[in-house]
T-cell receptor
Framework: ETGVTQTPRHLVMGMTNKKSLKCEQH?????MYWYKQSAKKPLELMFV???????ENNSVPSRFSPECPNSSHLFLHLHTLQPEDSALYLC??????????????FGPGTRLTVL | GENVEQHPSTLSVQEGDSAVIKCTYS??????FPWYKQELGKGPQLIID?????GEKKDQRIAVTLNKTAKHFSLHITETQPEDSAVYFC?????????????FGSGTRLQVQP
């Protein structure tokens, strides 16, 4: 596998379910990101991690819980979601936040539907 | 913080024509301006970027221009083809770990009519 991969690609869950999204990057990067993409807000930054440390939480509800065990893996744990949380969830990685020109590379996304 | 505005939100052109998408940014410290293309069912893909020490950059049929004084930058696609149909996002970034990694525009849906 190369680049940024995300699993699953599609997920349907009920409001009482608990599920997790997984992201893995094979680029040797140290920064990873979660974005939410919907018709209302095309690219909404959720969380940023740099060298496994969370550097930004963009006022995301606690029903979304990120985890970054190492620089290559990023998870988004989901519980008691609402139908309005249905969206495309994109993971991205970049060399590091401190770099002047910080090219970000995106995964294909997980299409989440909350019933 | 940084604010990026992108216009137009939708753009329809005939195959072979040129397409121009414009973005403005608010943070004068921003020095990195990438453009992403997102095709249906895929994540955004970096197609070209420009840094603040240059005014124009070309890569085959696409070019990006930057006007630091006016704080705007543009994507130009010449000889458009149906496969150019996608959503395009501009973004801007200021240096420093404490700044948000990238601030994105709201996107432009480009439709190239064959």
């Amino acid at each position: 596998e190369t680049g940024v991969t995300q699993t699953p690609r599609h997920l349907v869950m009920g409001m009482t379910n608990k599920k997790s999204l997984k992201c893995e990057q094979h680029l040797g990067h140290n920064a990873m990101y979660w974005y939410k993409q919907s018709a209302k807000k095309p690219l909404e930054l959720m969380f940023v991690y740099n060298f496994k440390e969370q550097t930004e939480n963009n006022s995301v509800p606690s029903r979304f819980s990120p985890e970054c065990p190492n620089s290559s893996h990023l998870f988004l744990h989901l519980h008691t979601l609402q139908p309005e949380d249905s969206a495309l969830y994109l993971c991205a990685s970049s060399p590091t936040l401190g770099r002047a020109y910080n090219e970000q590379f995106f995964g294909p996304g997980t299409r989440l539907t909350v019933l | 913080g940084e604010n990026v505005e992108q216009h137009p939100s939708t753009l329809s052109v005939q195959e072979g024509d040129s397409a121009v998408i414009k973005c403005t940014y608010s943070d004068s410290a921003s020095n990195y301006f990438p453009w992403y293309k997102q095709e249906l069912g895929k994540g955004p893909q970096l197609i070209i970027d420009i840094r603040s020490n240059v005014g124009e950059k070309k890569d085959q049929r696409i070019a990006v221009t930057l006007n630091k004084t006016a704080k705007h930058f543009s994507l130009h696609i010449t000889e458009t083809q149906p496969e150019d149909s996608a959503v395009y996002f501009c973004a801007a970034k200021a240096p420093g770990t404490g700044r948000r990694a990238l601030t994105f525009g709201s996107g432009t849906r480009l439709q190239v009519q064959p």
